[in-house]
C-alpha cells in the first residue's frame, strides 16, 4: 500500500540538472530500505522553480526540497521517508516563517508559488504525464466528454467566445472567433493544428507544458476538432524539444488505446486524431501560415493574409492554429464555464498567463499568474528581485519582437493591452529581468542579430532592412556613431514594420524602438560621450593600470592572451591598447584592484 | 473509451492514488511518530493499517496520513495523533495495527475519540 508519493522534476530543467539520477538513486535506496511497496516515485513535468533544481517534493506532506543531489538522497529516505523527519536543510523556504517545521515546507506557502494561479499549469508538477490514468484522475477528458455529449459545436464556440480567451503565442486574438470563422467556412475537410513552435529566446512555457501536461493539449485539441467540424490535427513541434516529443508521443499512444482519440469517441459520432510534425527549428515557423507550409512539407516561408487559415489553411482547409498554451486553457473552460475563467484577470484580458522569467533574478523558472499582475509584483515577490544587490534596469517581454520597458513602469500591470501601450508586447511569454550591469544598445543589438540570422528572406524589408539597422547598431557599439544615426534607426524601423510581410518583420524592430524610447541617453553616450555606461561594448572600452596600485606581480601579464602587457617585476605595468582585446583576464585575476576598464 | 461511464470508473479508481498529493485542504490530519523509537516499537504496521483504512473508507480526500518525527513520550510509542478542525487534537498511545482498525472505524468514520487507546487513560 502506497503511503507517500516523491515527485521529481522531469522537465527539461531539471533533467538537466540531474534528476534522473536522483531518481535511480532513489529507487536503489527505497529497495535497501524495504520501502518500495510504500513510497511511490512519479517523473512529473515542470514545477517552475527551474533555478533551484532538481526539485522533488514529498507528499502527502508537501515538503518541498530543491537543490537536491544523489548524495542527499540517503539521508532523505534514512530521515524523511523512514522516519519522518523532514531534511530541513534541503527544504525550500524563502519567505516562510511558521514554527512548524513540517508546514513550513509546503510548496503552496512560499513566495514563489503564493501569488502564482495556475491553470495551465495545473497538472505540472502535480501528475506523472506518462499516465493517462493520473490525468483522468484530475478531470482529465471530463471536458471532452462534456462537449461531446451535452453541448453542441455552437455551445463549445460560445463557451470559449464568451470566456474572452485570447491567444496565449503572442498576438491576442480571441481563440472563439478563430474558431467561428473555421467553423462558418464550408468543407468536408478541416483542421486543427497546434503551434508548439517555441522560439523565443528565453522562452519555455510550450515545452513545459507538452513535458508536463501533455494530455491537456490532446483533449483540447478534440474539444477544437469537435467545435470546427474537423477530425484530424497536427501538433508542429521543434525536434530540439526531444522530452515533449517523447511524452507528446506517448500521450497520444494512450489515448489511442483508450479510444480518446479514434472513431466514435464516447459512442459519439466524432472522430478525430493527431499527427505530430517535427520542425527543424527556424522561428519564422511559428507563424501561423510559415507553419502550416512547413507541415505540407515545403520551406517554412509565410504568405500573405488573407485568406486566412480559417478560411484555406493547411493543403487549402479550413483550418485553425492555436498555441500549446490556450489550448491548455480550453478544457478547463469548458468544465468549469465562462464565469469561473473571467473571475480572473482583467476584463479585456481574462484568465492567467504564463511567464519564463530569465535574466538577471534570483528565482529563473515558470510562472502562472492572473493578467493584470504588475510587473513589480512578479520580478521583486516571485520571481525574488535582481540578485547580488543589483539595481533593477529594465524588463524585456516578447522577446525579439517585444521591447524592453524601464524601472519607471515596473507597476505596469500586465496584459495584452497595457504592454503594447507601454511600447511592449505580450508575446508568448519571455520575461527578461536586466539590471544595472546591461548595456540597452548592446540588448537591442542581440536581439537584432536573432532577427537577422532568422529572417525567412522571402520579403526584401525584413531581408534587407533589418540587416542596415544591424550595422548601424554595431557602428555605434563600435565607437563611431553619429547623432543621425538615431533618426535613420527609427526611419528604417518605421519602414520595415509596416512593410513586412509578417509578424517576423513588423515586429523586429520592436527592441530598437523600445530602447530609444526609454533609455536614448544611452545611445547618446555612446554616440557623443564613446562612452558605454555599462561597460558592455567591447569597442568602447580601455583597460587601464594604476600605476600606484600595481606591484609588478607579472600577473596581469602571464594571462594576457595578447600579449598586450608589459612590465618588469616589481614594477608598475603597462597595457598596449593597440593590442589589447579586451577580454577582461586581467582584472580577474588582479589581486590589487589595479586595473579598471572605463 | 465507447462510453463516458469508463472514463468515470478509471477515475474513481485513480482518485484515492492522487489524492495523496492535494493534502491542503484537508479536514482531518493522522500523523503516525516515526522516530526511531516510535519504529522499534511498532509503528511502521501502525501506519500501513491507517493508509489502507482510510483508502478502503473510501475517505482518502479527507483524511491525510502522514508522519512525524519523536513527539517526547518515547515509552507510550507508537504514538499517533488525530487533528481534526476546530477541534482539540486526540493522541492516542501504544497503538497496534488492530487499535487502528478501531480508530478509523469509531474515531475518523464516527467521529468519537476512542477514549481507552488515549494518552489521557494512562494517567501520565
Known amino acids: ?598 | 473509451m465507447k462510453s463516458f461511464e469508463e472514463l468515470m470508473a478509471i477515475k474513481a479508481k485513480m482518485q484515492d492514488k492522487v489524492a495523496v498529493r492535494q493534502a491542503a485542504d484537508n479536514t482531518i490530519r493522522v500523523v503516525v511518530g516515526m522516530a526511531t523509537c516510535g519504529i522499534a516499537a511498532g509503528a511502521r504496521p501502525v501506519l500501513n493499517a491507517f493508509v489502507e483504512g482510510v483508502n478502503e473508507a473510501g475517505m482518502a480526500e479527507t483524511v491525510t496520513v502522514t508522519q512525524t518525527g519523536c513527539i517526547g513520550i518515547c515509552q507510550y510509542e507508537p504514538v499517533v495523533e488525530v487533528f481534526e478542525k476546530d477541534k482539540e487534537k486526540t493522541t492516542y498511545v501504544k497503538m497496534t495495527a488492530e487499535k487502528a482498525q478501531e480508530v478509523i472505524e469509531k474515531h475518523i468514520k464516527g467521529g468519537k475519540p476512542v477514549t481507552e487507546y488515549t494518552i489521557g487513560a494512562t494517567k501520565l
Open chain 1, 1 to 598: 500500500m502506497i503511503r507517500s508519493h516523491v515527485l521529481i522534476c522531469g522537465g527539461t530543467g531539471c533533467t538537466s540538472s540531474g534528476s534522473a539520477a536522483l531518481a535511480n538513486k532513489l529507487t536503489e535506496e527505497l529497495k535497501a530500505k524495504g520501502l518500495e511497496e510504500e513510497i511511490k516515485i512519479v517523473m512529473t513535468g515542470c514545477f517552475g522553480l527551474c533555478a533551484l533544481g532538481p526539485i522533488m517534493i514529498v507528499y502527502p506532506e508537501g515538503t518541498f526540497y530543491s537543490m537536491v543531489t544523489e548524495d542527499d538522497i540517503p539521508e532523505i529516505v534514512e530521515e524523511h521517508l523512514l522516519k519522518g523527519r523532514i531534511v530541513d536543510r534541503l527544504v525550500y523556504k524563502d519567505g516562510v516563517e511558521h514554527e512548524d517545521a513540517s508546514a513550513a515546507a509546503s510548496l503552496s506557502d512560499t513566495n514563489f508559488y503564493k501569488k502564482q494561479k495556475r491553470v495551465a499549469l495545473r497538472n505540472c508538477g502535480v501528475i506523472n504525464p506518462e499516465a493517462i490514468d493520473e490525468y483522468i484522475a484530475m478531470d482529465g477528458y471530463f471536458a471532452l466528454a462534456k462537449a461531446l455529449k451535452e453541448m453542441t459545436p455552437d455551445e463549445v464556440i460560445q463557451t470559449i467566445l464568451d470566456s474572452g480567451l485570447r491567444g496565449r503565442g503572442g498576438g491576442g486574438f480571441p481563440t472563439g472567433r478563430k474558431w467561428m470563422f473555421a467553423k462558418a467556412s464550408v468543407s468536408d475537410k478541416k483542421y486543427v493544428v497546434c503551434n508548439a513552435d517555441e522560439g523565443d529566446p528565453g522562452a519555455f512555457m510550450d515545452r513545459s507544458v507538452l513535458e508536463g501536461d501533455p494530455h491537456a493539449v490532446i483533449e483540447a485539441m478534440a474539444i477544437a476538432g469537435y467545435a470546427i467540424g474537423a477530425d484530424e490535427g497536427w501538433v508542429y513541434v521543434r525536434a530540439e524539444y526531444p522530452i515533449a516529443v517523447k511524452r507528446l508521443q506517448i500521450a497520444l499512444d494512450e489515448a489511442r488505446e483508450y479510444g480518446l482519440l479514434g472513431k466514435n469517441i464516447f459512442g459519439s459520432d466524432f472522430n478525430f486524431d493527431i499527427h505530430i510534425r517535427l520542425g527543424a527549428g527556424a522561428f519564422v515557423c511559428g507563424e501561423e501560415t510559415a507553419l502550416l507550409t512547413s507541415i505540407e512539407g515545403n520551406r517554412g516561408e509565410p504568405r500573405s493574409r488573407p485568406p486566412f487559415p480559417a478560411v484555406k489553411g493547411l493543403w487549402g482547409q479550413p483550418t485553425i492554429v492555436n498555441n500549446v498554451e490556450t489550448y491548455a486553457n480550453i478544457p478547463q473552460i469548458i468544465l468549469n464555464g465562462s464565469d469561473w475563467f473571467k473571475s480572473f484577470g482583467t476584463a479585456g484580458s481574462p484568465g492567467t498567463k504564463v511567464f519564463a522569467l530569465g535574466g538577471k533574478i534570483k528565482n529563473t523558472g515558470l510562472v502562472e499568474v492572473p493578467m493584470g499582475t504588475t510587473l513589480r509584483e512578479v520580478i521583486e515577490e516571485i520571481g525574488g528581485g535582481v540578485p547580488n544587490g543589483k539595481k533593477f534596469k529594465a524588463a524585456q517581454t516578447g522577446g525579439p519582437s517585444g521591447g524592453c520597458l524601464p524601472a519607471s513602469l515596473i507597476d505596469t500591470p500586465i496584459d495584452f493591452d497595457t504592454l503594447i501601450k507601454a511600447g511592449s508586447m505580450m508575446g508568448s511569454g519571455g520575461l527578461i529581468v536586466m539590471d544595472e550591469d546591461t548595456c540597452m544598445v548592446d540588448i537591442a543589438k542581440f536581439f537584432l542579430e536573432f532577427t537577422v540570422d532568422e529572417s525567412c528572406g522571402k520579403c526584401a524589408p525584413c531581408r534587407i532592412g533589418t540587416v542596415r539597422l544591424l550595422e548601424i547598431l554595431n557602428k555605434i557599439t563600435d565607437g563611431n556613431g553619429e547623432m543621425e544615426d538615431l533618426d535613420k534607426l527609427e526611419e528604417l524601423a518605421n519602414y520595415i514594420k509596416s512593410a513586412s510581410l509578417c509578424a517576423l518583420g513588423q515586429t523586429a524592430p520592436n527592441p530598437i524602438l523600445s530602447t530609444l524610447r526609454f533609455f536614448r541617453d544611452e545611445y547618446i553616450a555612446h554616440i557623443v560621450d564613446k562612452k558605454c555606461p555599462a561597460g558592455v561594448c567591447k569597442g568602447l572600452l580601455s583597460y587601464e593600470i594604476d600605476a600606484d596600485k600595481c606591484k609588478g606581480c607579472t600577473l596581469c601579464a602571464r594571462v594576457c592572451p595578447a600579449g598586450a602587457i608589459s612590465g618588469k617585476v616589481k614594477e608598475a605595468h603597462v597595457i598596449d591598447k593597440t593590442k589589447c582585446v579586451k577580454c577582461g583576464a586581467c582584472i580577474e585575476k588582479c589581486k590589487f584592484g589595479a586595473i579598471s576598464k572605463k
